[in-house]
């Protein structure tokens, strides 16, 4: 019996605080309507939490700043990214708010991101975007998994709202 304690007590860790992938927060088959620029450097996020309470999941700096780089490749929204903050476009990123439910068979995530785009260091445009997404019993029926799947459906719709809004400004 105590065995069997003991692994459920280690299954039950190790399922818990999943962070969430950059593969299930890039945008893959969007196009955007309209291509801003041939390179951009985007800074690594800010806001992204690491200090979570153990049965939540998190957006990490890392892996939403990489979701955001292949995003807007594979967007076409950018040719390419730059090495260095230079004469080119220049991204910065800050994790406002990732709106999480503590319970329920459905979870929906709400992130609230801001974008600060820079075009030879002075910055040209700046909003905060807020997208909400789910994921339910259906996704996955351990729930860290759920809470997982829902941050990164939330911030992948977060990204995609950006490029939409970035495709209508006039630079």
Do not use: H
Request: aromatic content about 12%; some cysteine.
């Amino acid at each position: 019996m105590k065995k069997l304690i003991c692994l459920l007590s280690t299954l039950f860790i190790f399922s818990c605080a999943f962070p969430s992938t950059k593969e299930g927060m890039t945008l893959v088959d969007y196009k955007s309507p309209k291509k801003i620029g041939e390179k951009v450097f985007i800074k690594e996020s800010v806001g992204g939490s690491t200090t979570l309470p153990f049965w939540t999941s998190e957006i990490p700096n890392d892996n939403f700043t990489a979701a955001v780089k292949e995003s807007l490749l594979n967007s076409k929204t950018f040719s390419s990214l730059a090495n260095n903050w230079d004469d080119s476009w220049g991204l910065e990123i800050e994790i406002l708010d990732v709106d999480q439910p503590l319970i329920g068979a459905s979870f929906t995530v709400r992130t609230d991101i801001k974008y600060s785009l820079y075009l030879k260091g002075k910055k040209v445009y700046e909003t905060t975007v807020s997208a909400s997404e789910y994921a339910t019993m259906e996704d996955s029926f351990f729930a860290v998994k759920r809470l997982r799947l829902a941050n990164e459906n939330s911030a992948k719709a977060n990204i995609k709202k950006f490029i939409k809004e970035l495709s209508k400004q006039n630079f």
